[in-house]
């Protein structure tokens, strides 16, 4: 599912804001997010609250910051 929602993000060029909060977002789908940051330079706010995500997703997250 994060796959699909990831995919979707390029047709957004002005997207600002992503909130994923209550997802359930683990490890797995945070790397994924975090390699999906890199090429999305018009984020200012990636909003997590309520995920499952452990220092391995937090990493990559900030990677790709």
Known sequence: AINHILSTF???PQLRVIDLSGTK???TGA???GKALT???SIHQLVLSNCNIGNKGLQA???GL
Do not use: A, G, S, T
Request: charged fraction near 35%; hydrophobic fraction near 60%.
């Open 25 to 27: 977002l683990d490890n």
């Open 31 to 33: 790397i994924l997010v």
């Open 61 to 63: 997250l900030l990677e």
């Open 10 to 12: 390029k047709f957004l």
């Open 39 to 41: 090429d999305m330079k």
